[in-house]
Each structure stands twice: as C-alpha cells, then as structure tokens.
C-alpha cells in the first residue's frame, strides 16, 4: 500500500466516522455519548491522513495486507447503510433473559384518569417483583417497542437494550394477546392491561392484553 | 500486498486513485447495492460489525496517540524510576499500573508496543496488556452496577485479572528468548514525525482490529446465546461454556459485565470465568496481537492466556463466591 492509499483510506475511514456522528446515524451502533468522540476521533483521523493523502508526505514503510479491510466498514456504512438491529436478532436470542435494569426507582401507577405511559423496561421489571410494588395490577398502561414474534404465531412488544455498542445488545419484551400482529420491525405503542402474575419468573416474558396497538414512526434512539 | 505493490500501473492511475473511484462507485451505485444485499440475517451481520468498528475505533485512536506520545516524551530514565529494573517485580507493577489506563483492549496494544519500545522488559509491558482492559476504574465501576450489591463479584474479577495477567507475566519471562516475538523494524525515530508514527501505527493495527469485528459480529449474529444453556446447570462445563463465549463474542470489558448480569441460568464462578477471560483475551485481541507481534507468538501466547484465565477465575470463584 502507498503511502498516499495509507492517506486515502484513512481519511474515507474518518468521514465515515464523522458522517455517522453529524447525521445521528450513530446511534443505531452505539450510546448516545459516542457523539463527541466519534466526532473528535473523525477529526483527529483526517489531520493524520490529510498530508500523505495529497502525496505531500507519509511513509512508505509497509503494512500488512490486514489494512486493506479498513474499507470494508466504510464500503458498508455507504452501501448497505445498515439498519438498527430488530426482530430478527430479537427473535433469536428470545430464549436470553432480560437483564435486572441496573437502577431502578420504583415509579408507582396512579389508578384513574388516563392511561399510563411507561417505558417497556419498567413494565418488566415491575412484571417480576414479587408483590406488585409499583401496581400494575388492573391499570391502563401504554407502552412503546417494535414488533417481534414467534414460531406459535405470538408476537411482542420489543426493545433492545444496548451497554457499550449493538454487539452486546439484551432483548426486553412482552406478549402481547388480543391484537393480531402487526408487521414486524413496526414500531406501535400498545395500550392495554397487564395480565397479573405474568413476568415473575425470568425466563418468561410478562404479558399484556392489549386494548388499542397505534403505529408509530421508528424513534432517533432505536434502543432503550 | 506485495504483488498490488509490483503491479505495473498507468501514470495517471495509482493506487490511491483507484481506491478513491472504487468508494465513489459505490457511493454513487449505493441503492442498487442496497438491493442486491437485501437479507435480513447479512443486514444485521452488518449492523453488528460497523458496531464494533465504530466503537472500537476512538479507543484505539487514544491507544496509537497514547504509544506515540511515550516514544517521544517518556524517557527510558523516567520508565526505569518507574518500573524496578528486576524483570520478576517488573511484571506485578505493570500489572498494578494497568489501572492507570482507562481504556479497553483495542487501546492497550498499540500501547503496549510503544512501551516496549521504550526499553519495558517485554514480560512486563505484555503483562500490562492482559492487566490494562480488566481492572481499571471505569470497568470497576460497571461490574459494580451491573452487579448491583455483589461486591465479592467485583473483587474477585479484579483480583483473578491481576493473578491472570501477573502468572501469565512470569510464564513469559520463565519461556525468555523461546518466546518468539516479532517486532517490526521502525524507521530512525527522528525521521519519523509524531502524526506519521500515530498514522503507521493505526494503519498497522486497524486491519486486525477489523478482522475480529468480522468474527465477532458474525458469532454475535449468528450463533444463538440459547446454545449455551444446555449446559448451563453443569458447574464446569457452564464455565468453561462462557469461558468460550467470553473469546468468541469480544465484548468490550465495559460492557460485559451487564451480559454476565444478565445469564442468570449460570452459577457466579461461570460468570467470572466470562469477566476475567473476556478483557485478556478474545478473538479480536488474539487478531491484533498477532499483527502486531507475530502469528508465532500468538499462536504460543493465545492459548496460555485462555487457560490461565480459566483457571485462576474457577480459583477465585471457589474461594471468594
């Protein structure tokens, strides 16, 4: 490799990085707090590439041929434009407990007036405790998720859970019953009634009868 | 690349030229390349390794800047006040400085090699390798919340990381010269400029780097975590089961210690075989390390590495939880 395609691919590797940060379309491989270091490694990447890439400069000491495949990342993100991960990675991995939610302040559901809105990971985790303590029990609960399913033709209200990048992500569901199944990888909010007692054990997702199911548009953030 | 090296070329076509035409063709094609790749499992395969990419590549960035910014201010004076000079101390104090470095792995190799290139006694700067991604402060702190109230969990991952990368430490200086590591030569120091020793090395180590994203997406992808509860119940097998895993799947060691958290159907010692074999070596540190130092030496390094870690975290599981 010359030293000016040393100089090349470094500097498309650090568009890419750049691209991905300044359009938001980070977000569907990492945490949001990526932004500013993907940004500043972007840049830090062109003032290293900037001089051999004109031909200005640069060594022409060798690499290996392991070099060439700094491509492959950048010729995907343009190419393929990968989508958030969904279903189908939800699907496989639905036999995988959900996690314990690392902190959880109980947020306890008023009874009356309107639905509550509650996000899904609260839902399960307040599914598994032992005597209801945030009370869902009989409330009119909304929440929101995308659709999975499974091979008894059930279907799930999903969210992936994501720590350091999509690699490590842990899927979140509910069942949901009284609805058909919307297409997967939909996005819906689900307004329903838990089906008491249901979640306590880990290995089983809770579940949900659902009164009304409203499509919505995918969020900026697809994981929770 | 030595015959794309040797390859007669037209005056007005280099290489860099070609590179830059083939990524704008595909720029340019990109909706009809998008439908000829259309399948979901390749999609999320994609997904998984510009993920990984992604993620890694800040890190290793701060690593390459990191290991030019030792070649050129950390004097050889400085690292031996430092650093005793006697090779058998040398190895627990790289492996207790590794706290100092709060990145993870993919930043820890370039680092590594620019300490040995100041003159560390290799066992000691590859100790600090094994010890840099397992117990510095931002990986404590997330086995922590992950394991919200089991602090033996997290004393018994730093502790077992230690004794792992400290044993495998005098295993390197016991095997002396028979180690065979491969250094590449460098240019004279002072010809080469701070951004340009950076650049190399970046270009050096980020082949590799992406070589084990591949494998790592494609496990991550395609083989379902749901195997591995077959033998979940089974107290040595399960940990020998997320022992693999924990190579396999190279999560990064800030994460994967909510992973652990959350394969409730294996006993603790199983998942602190997973937290202590995980930042010392996965597939994609194996990739580096071979880049960086040699496939005979990773192939010698690698396995001593996985068994140490196996069997000083069953120690510890036994003893602490």
Known sequence: ??????GVVVALLAAVLVRLALTGEYLRFVLPWMRWPLLITGLVLLVMAIRPALGLGGSAERVPWATWLLLLPVLI?????????????????????????????VVRVHHGGGPVDLGLDEFTWGAAQPDDVMGLTGATLRVEGFVSTDHQGGWYLTRLVIFCCAADAVV??????????????QWVRVTGVWVAGTGADPATPPEMTATQVVDLPPPKNPYG | MAQLDTAPR????????????????????????????????????????????VQSTPFLVAGVLLSASISRFLSEGALRRLIPENPVLAVPVAGIAGVGLPGCECAAVPVT?????????QAAALTFLLAAPAVNPAVIVSTAV???????MVFARVGASLVTA??????????????????RARMHEHEETFLGAALHDFLYAGGFLVIGAMAAAAINTFVPPRILDAVAGHALLGALALGAFAFVAALCSESDAFVAASLTSFSDSAKLVFLVVGPAMDIKLASMESGQFGIGFAREFVPVVLVVAVLTALTAGWLLL
């Open chain 1, 1 to 6: 490799m010359s030293a000016k395609t040393q």
């Open chain 2, 10 to 53: 037209g005056r007005w076509l280099g290489q860099a030229e070609v590179v830059a035409l083939v990524a704008l063709a595909v720029v340019i094609g990109q909706h009809w390349v998008r439908e000829a790749l259309d399948a979901e499992a390749l999609r999320t395969w994609c997904t998984m390794f510009v993920a990984v990419v």
């Open chain 1, 77 to 105: 993100v343009f190419a393929v434009a990968p989508p958030p991960l969904g279903a189908y990675l939800a699907e496989r991995r639905s036999a995988q407990p959900p996690p314990r939610p690392a902190s959880q302040s």
């Open chain 1, 172 to 185: 979140e569901r509910i069942k949901i019953l009284g609805h058909p199944a919307p297409p997967r990888d």
């Open chain 2, 166 to 183: 400290i044993l495998v430490g005098w295993w390197c200086l016991a095997r002396g010269d028979r180690l065979r590591l491969e250094r």
């Open chain 2, 113 to 121: 090699d620019g300490l040995m290139r100041r003159g560390l006694h």
């Open chain 2, 146 to 152: 992950a394991f919200r109230g089991n602090h033996a």
